[in-house]
T-cell receptor, first 113, second 114 residues
Framework: DQQVKQNSPSLSVQEGRISILNCDYTNSMFDYFLWYKKYPAEGPTFLISISSIKDKNEDGRFTVFLNKSAKHLSLHIVPSQPGDSAVYFCAARGETSGSRLTFGEGTQLTVNP | EPEVTQTPSHQVTQMGQEVILRCVPI?????FYWYRQILGQKVEFLVSFYNNEISEKSEIFDDQFSVERPDGSNFTLKIRSTKLEDSAMYFCASSAGGTTVRKFFGPGTRLTVL
């Protein structure tokens, strides 16, 4: 299942700099996109979402951008903090898939002090 | 913030045995889900449950799997005859509504089938 893809398995940034995590999708029927963060031994924790009718959503240090024509979304974290170090999952919900979420592979973000 | 809880945190079983994974969703949520993540792979949807019945299931959720809400608080996933390939992290989730985008996930149960 390649409908949601995160091509970078890992990303390392310095504290205080911007982290940019990317996600691509193939299913044009997705109507909502979400980012989850996951620490070891914990379940995924919701971070931020965006509807397909928008191109940007911001919540504090986290901003998600959606480019529908490119079928691409990104999560920006500014400024990055060591506590942001975790696996970040992109997920999508389809108009016709009920409530199920389709996840990407995840990107391990490491923020170095 | 309210949270979803799961027990046990780690379950080891022999191939062919039945296992029951338990979850306590957030108390005022009405929609419940199971997802799993095989090591090194994506988080995958298994099943959604509402009003005491399955509302949606994936191709993974075959006859070996079943879900139940035996009382007002627990939500269980049963695997009738476990296979080696069932080894994975199983996450329970809940949401307030069926179209609610945000789902709250539990910490997961690591199932190891030997």
């Amino acid at each position: 299942d390649q409908q949601v893809k995160q091509n970078s398995p890992s990303l390392s940034v310095q504290e205080g700099r911007i982290s940019i995590l990317n996600c691509d999708y193939t299913n044009s029927m997705f109507d909502y996109f979400l980012w989850y963060k996951k620490y070891p031994a914990e379940g995924p924790t919701f971070l931020i979402s965006i509807s397909s009718i928008k191109d940007k959503n911001e919540d504090g240090r986290f901003t998600v951008f959606l480019n529908k024509s490119a079928k691409h979304l990104s999560l920006h974290i500014v400024p990055s903090q060591p506590g942001d170090s975790a696996v970040y999952f992109c997920a999508a919900r389809g108009e016709t898939s009920g409530s199920r979420l389709t996840f990407g592979e995840g990107t391990q973000l490491t923020v170095n002090p | 913030e309210p949270e979803v809880t799961q027990t046990p945190s780690h379950q080891v079983t022999q191939m062919g045995q039945e296992v029951i994974l338990r979850c306590v969703p957030i108390s005022n949520h009405l929609y419940f889900y199971w997802y799993r993540q095989i090591l090194g792979q994506k988080v995958e949807f298994l099943v959604s449950f509402y009003n005491n019945e399955i509302s949606e299931k994936s191709e993974i959720f075959d006859d070996q799997f079943s879900v139940e809400r035996p009382d007002g608080s627990n939500f269980t996933l049963k695997i009738r005859s476990t296979k080696l390939e069932d080894s994975a992290m199983y996450f329970c989730a809940s949401s307030a509504g069926g179209t609610t985008v945000r789902k709250f996930f539990g910490p997961g149960t690591r199932l190891t089938v030997l």
